[in-house]
């Protein structure tokens, strides 16, 4: 039994790796079982995303092995995954690094995260902007976002997770003027706020 989603999130990370079709089963006290069927990029689960729990406590793991023409592990279409891969990231790890990250690395966005789908803040379109636009380390998103560094690593957590962040240990560091990073993060966060349609 254990409490929080530190241990789910490695959970998913290791059948994501494994690079043959698992689906994986969570028991979750009160909340009932979290199903997820990673060929189809969805789980089913009774709890709406709106109502994380985010303190939850997990009474089960269990992988089940599948194959690739094998019948979906729920009547589809069930959730897109990128929901809940979200929301497992960010409150995952306490605020430290997930541990398939490495001391010195950069990232990038590979592509945008569906923000229309998933529970955000202002402060976290401020760092997928930066994110959007440039490699930073977890410290230099957190100076460039104005947040946090715990801030800044779970979003990264959360977002590589997803497995939308290219990763890099000699990208260099973006250096710019204060200004400019303002600028630039305020053009960007004016294109995201468009593209959402705020």
């Known amino acids: 039994m254990t409490v929080g989603w530190t241990q789910a999130a490695m959970a998913v990370q290791a059948v994501l790796s494994l690079g043959t079709p698992v689906h994986l089963r969570m028991d979750i006290e009160g909340h009932g079982p979290l199903l997820i069927d990673f060929r189809h990029h969805a789980f089913s689960w009774s709890t709406p995303l709106e109502d994380f729990p985010v303190d939850a406590?997990?009474?089960?793991?269990?992988?089940?092995?599948?194959?690739?023409?094998?019948?979906?592990y729920f009547e589809l279409p069930g959730q897109d995954l990128d929901g809940l891969l979200w929301q497992m990231g960010i409150n995952a790890f306490g605020g430290g690094p997930a541990f398939w990250l490495s001391p010195g690395e950069r990232y990038r966005l590979t592509r945008w995260p569906n923000l229309t789908r998933h529970s955000h803040d202002l402060r976290h379109v401020r760092m997928i902007a930066?994110?959007?636009?440039?490699?930073?380390?977890?410290?230099e998103l957190a100076a460039f976002a104005d947040v946090e560094v715990s801030e800044a690593q779970r979003l990264i957590n959360a977002l590589s997770l997803m497995r939308i962040l290219s990763r890099s240990a000699a990208a260099p560091a973006a250096t710019m003027a204060p200004q400019a990073v303002e600028a630039k993060r305020d053009s960007l966060f004016a294109r995201l706020r468009k593209r959402l349609g705020r």
């Open 57 to 72: 406590v997990h009474t089960g793991l269990q992988t089940v092995p599948t194959s690739a023409d094998a019948p979906p």
């Open 130 to 139: 930066v994110l959007g636009n440039a490699y930073a380390s977890t410290t």
